[in-house]
T-cell receptor
Framework: AQKITQTQPGMFVQEKEAVTLDCTYD???????LFWYKQPSSGEMIFLIY??????QNATEGRYSLNFQKARKSANLVISASQLGDSAMYFC???????????FGQGTELSVKP | GAVVSQHPSWVICKSGTSVKIECRSL??????MFWYRQFPKQSLMLMAT?????????EQGVEKDKFLINHASLTLSTLTVTSAHPEDSSFYIC???????????????FGNGTRLTVT
């Protein structure tokens, strides 16, 4: 069965600095997708970035990049130049080719300090 | 594009009553919708997968008679919490997959969620 693990319940980062949010996963399906979502206190889920299991390059979207290490089964999110508005819950999620369900990790609460 | 509208955004109801939550895809057709439940400071837990025109598939431990899901059209899925109790108080959020977007690399689009409080 697929599994997603985020081991950092909370993280602090200074404004303008970079921060890495950890995510490890487990699956027996060779085809899968990894996603990161941001959830502000208002509750909506904001899609940030996607990495496919067959992608050779690490995904990047603006200030977000995904450090994908397939052999280690990790998909860490890197946020560069943190902003106060980045303070939120961040969820790593995985979707297998077989089944199609999007399963979430426990989340990491990021706080950006001015 | 790919907007999912969820209504109501919050609801307070008395114990024993039923509450219906709607999830609409506004600018795309969604053959599959997913319903999640989230307790404060916790992760999103998948409750059920809703396919248009067929019965929903519930995750283990989710009472299908308590959480009724109907997906009558390609743009609307509803979740009805029947005979609600205080322990059903939670944040419920739906998501939709674009028709034909079954590949594992297409992100789900989420509604803004419904905060249910049962008194």
């Amino acid at each position: 069965a697929q599994k997603i693990t985020q081991t950092q319940p909370g993280m602090f980062v200074q404004e303008k600095e970079a921060v890495t949010l950890d995510c490890t996963y487990d699956t027996s399906d060779p085809s899968y997708g990894l996603f990161w979502y941001k959830q502000p206190s208002s509750g909506e889920m904001i899609f940030l970035i996607y990495q496919g299991s067959y992608d050779q390059q690490n995904a990047t979207e603006g200030r977000y990049s995904l450090n994908f290490q397939k052999a280690r089964k990790s998909a860490n999110l890197v946020i560069s130049a943190s902003q106060l508005g980045d303070s939120a819950m961040y969820f790593c999620a995985m979707r297998e080719f077989q089944g199609g369900k999007l399963i979430f990790g426990q989340g990491t609460e990021l706080s950006v300090k001015p | 594009g790919a907007v999912v509208s969820q209504h109501p955004s919050w609801v307070i109801c008395k114990s024993g009553t039923s509450v219906k939550i709607e999830c609409r895809s506004l600018d795309f057709q969604a053959t599959t919708m997913f319903w999640y439940r989230q307790f404060p400071k916790q992760s999103l837990m998948l409750m059920a997968t809703s396919n248009e025109g067929s019965k929903a598939t519930y995750e283990q431990g989710v009472e299908k008679d308590k959480f009724l899901i109907n997906h009558a059209s390609l743009t609307l899925s509803t979740l009805t919490v029947t005979s609600a109790h205080p322990e059903d108080s939670s944040f419920y959020i739906c998501s939709a997959r674009v028709a034909g977007g079954g590949a594992y690399n297409s992100p789900l689009h989420f509604g803004n969620g419904t905060r249910l409080t049962v008194t």
